[in-house]
């Protein structure tokens, strides 16, 4: 049976996609701020950086909300057979890696 929160997955692993490129930016910015000689660089890598962390946590608190959405709307379902499918799936959901990305689903 398909989840009825399967739009939702999909919605989630986009967020994925879209954190793992800002990660890959804001660790090689960190490197390069290791190897920087004037104060102008220093001062541009670390405005560049604080903004990457700053699009990164806004997308974890996006993606952590959506989860929590489909928590809430899993634990008020009535039918137990439907809530107890749903339960599986999203639990199964959660413990998987995201297969593009490769970070893991569970926030």
Same mark, same amino acid.
């Given at each position: ?6 739009? @939702?997955?999909?919605?989630? !692993? %986009? ?11 804001? =660790?090689?910015?960190? @490197?390069?701020?290791? %190897? $920087?000689? @004037?104060? =102008? /660089?220093? @001062? ?7 903004? &990457? ?5 806004? +997308?974890?608190? =996006?993606?952590? =909300?959506?989860? #929590?959405?489909?928590?809430?709307? +899993? $634990?008020?379902?009535?039918? /137990?057979?439907?809530? %107890?499918?749903?339960?599986? !799936?999203?639990? &199964?959901?959660?413990? %998987?890696?995201? &297969?593009?990305? &490769?970070?893991?689903? #569970?926030?």
């Amino acid at each position: 049976m398909l989840s009825k929160h399967e739009s @939702t997955y999909s919605n989630l !692993q %986009s967020h994925l996609s879209t954190i793992k490129p800002l990660l890959i930016s804001v =660790d090689d910015e960190i @490197t390069k701020l290791l %190897s $920087t000689s @004037t104060s =102008d /660089e220093i @001062t541009d890598l670390s405005a560049s950086i604080a903004k &990457g962390v700053d699009n990164i946590h806004s +997308i974890i608190l =996006d993606y952590s =909300d959506i989860v #929590n959405s489909v928590k809430d709307d +899993i $634990t008020t379902m009535e039918d /137990e057979s439907m809530k %107890s499918d749903e339960l599986e !799936q999203f639990n &199964g959901k959660m413990a %998987s890696t995201d &297969g593009a990305s &490769g970070l893991p689903m #569970n926030p």
